[in-house]
């Protein structure tokens, strides 16, 4: 009887408890069209440099196309990250695919200039003098002929630029030139490219989806 007591008063607990059953969310076109518009920003941007990685890789030739262009998004996206945090501590407001849009630029813009600097240094027939970001010299600025200099400067502005949004966090005058830095900043994004094309006399090298982006851009 010992033994019956605790298996009887089990299995009355049993099915006299009932568990809420949290039912599956009604996926309907509106939700469908959500989630593809927040995929879309996301990876949108990306697209049209992989057909601009893929040529460079084949071709073994940078000369087509300005590494200048993802310093300029680069910096546009790390100041739109600070921006996010911004609007989230002051706003509250949290807009997670813009958040995951800048991250992935910020990482596709480090291996595009991953692949110029590798190119490039295989395409010298003769060693050229090694040019890094310790060195300071505003002469090569963005031309360093290893791949740690571009991210050392990368790491810089964004130390740099955080501790200042860490100090006028509450300032929303600063708030909106960093939100207008980062707009700005992107609006640009096809002259440095336009000027490579002026110097080569020719848009040979540089993907057409990236111009029809560069478009849309401007």
């Known amino acids: 009887m010992s033994t019956q007591m605790p298996m009887t008063y089990l299995h009355g607990f049993i099915t006299s408890y009932h568990l809420p059953i949290t039912m599956p ?22 697209f049209p440099f992989i057909p601009q990685y893929r040529d460079i890789k084949r071709s073994g030739n940078t000369e087509g196309f300005s590494t200048f262009v993802c310093l300029t998004l680069l910096i546009a996206n790390i100041l739109r990250i600070m921006f996010w ?3 989230l501590f002051i706003l509250s407001l949290m807009d997670l695919p813009l958040l995951a849009q ?37 002469k090569y600025f963005w031309k360093w002929t290893d791949f740690r200099s571009y991210l050392e400067f990368s790491a810089l502005f964004t130390a ?58 401007n």
């Open 25 to 46: 969310q009604e996926i309907t076109v509106t939700k469908l069209i959500s989630w593809f518009s927040a995929g879309a920003m996301i990876f949108g941007g990306v």
């Open 85 to 87: 945090f911004v609007k």
């Open 102 to 138: 800048s991250y992935i630029m910020v990482f596709t813009m480090l291996a595009m200039v991953h692949l110029c600097v590798v190119t490039k240094r295989k395409s010298e027939i003769l060693a050229q003098k090694q040019r890094k970001f310790s060195d300071f010299d505003m």
């Open 160 to 217: 740099v630029v955080g501790f200042w949004t860490y100090i006028f966090l509450y300032n929303m005058i600063y708030v909106e030139i960093i939100g207008f830095l980062a707009v700005f900043a992107e609006a640009m994004l096809g002259a440095p490219q336009f000027y490579r094309n002026f110097q080569n006399k020719s848009t040979q090298g540089m993907s057409r989806l990236q111009i029809l982006y560069q478009d849309n851009q």
